[in-house]
Nanobody, 121 residues
Framework: VQLQASGGGLVQPGGSLRLSCAAS????????MGWYREAPGNQRELVAA???????NYEDSVKGRFTVSRDNDNHIVNLQMNGLKPEDTGVYYC????????????????WGKGTQVTVSS
């Protein structure tokens, strides 16, 4: 299973970015897809998660500003980030947990390479 993320960059405070991540590798289904971020000097933290059945979960500081969405058929997860703040700066990692591929279920997490998001004037 491979995850390929795109969409990071530099944006001014108050701006918007959209991250996208596609999973590949003979996948039948994925239970949870989402995004973590890692700011300099901080531990990696969950930003947003989306289950296959439609439930979502957000880190408190991004509620009302970020929206996570999924395309289950194509194994894609997106993160629409609006009202960006300097404290949102960090490396964003997409992940998938609970993957069924070729009839075998893997109860573990897979990670994509991070994409840098910088919010600065």
């Amino acid at each position: 299973v491979q995850l390929q993320a795109s969409g990071g960059g530099l944006v001014q405070p108050g701006g918007s970015l959209r991250l996208s991540c596609a999973a590949s590798g003979n996948i039948d289904l994925i239970n949870v897809m989402g995004w973590y971020r890692e700011a300099p000097g901080n531990q990696r933290e969950l930003v947003a998660a989306h289950t296959r059945t439609g439930s979502t979960n957000y880190e408190d500081s991004v509620k009302g500003r970020f929206t996570v969405s999924r395309d289950n058929d194509n194994h894609i997860v997106n993160l629409q980030m609006n009202g960006l703040k300097p404290e949102d700066t960090g490396v964003y990692y997409c992940y998938a947990h609970g993957v069924s591929a070729r009839g075998t279920f893997y109860n573990k997490a897979y990670w994509g390479k991070g994409t840098q998001v910088t919010v600065s004037s």
